[in-house]
């Protein structure tokens, strides 16, 4: 995966924004004004996921690409090197999860408001 595909998949999701809130190089995806992922724009790509306290840790333990959130709070973020020791298919559903994790805590008129926008 490269940054355009990263760009391209999480922008494709229910209310996603892109934003550089930070900065002009850190690129940050939002749905209903909450991160979910983010990266830098310059050095190698590397993505600032959500995480469930007890997955974080399990996914630090499995994958050397995978070390606790830079600059994020660790106990609920990974950042995740895209070296290529880990297949596209699993980067997206780490994606997935952090969007997801997100959108479960949203209110019911939210979440249910980004279902009827999925089909």
Do not use: Q
Not at 43 to 59: F, H, M, S
């Amino acid at each position: 995966m490269n940054i355009e595909e990263f760009r391209e998949y999480c922008i494709n999701k229910p209310e996603v924004t892109e934003e550089f809130p930070f900065d002009e190089t850190t690129l940050v995806f939002k749905v209903a004004g909450k991160m979910f992922a983010l990266t830098a724009l310059k050095g190698d790509l590397t993505i600032n996921l959500k995480c469930e306290p007890e997955k974080a840790i399990e996914l630090r333990e499995k994958y050397n690409c995978v070390v606790p959130g830079y600059h994020m709070n660790k106990k609920h973020w990974n950042t995740v090197m895209v070296d290529g020791s880990v297949p596209d298919e699993l980067l997206r559903e780490w994606i997935d999860r952090s969007y997801l994790l997100i959108v479960s805590g949203l209110p019911n008129k939210l979440r249910n408001s980004l279902k009827k926008n999925k089909t």
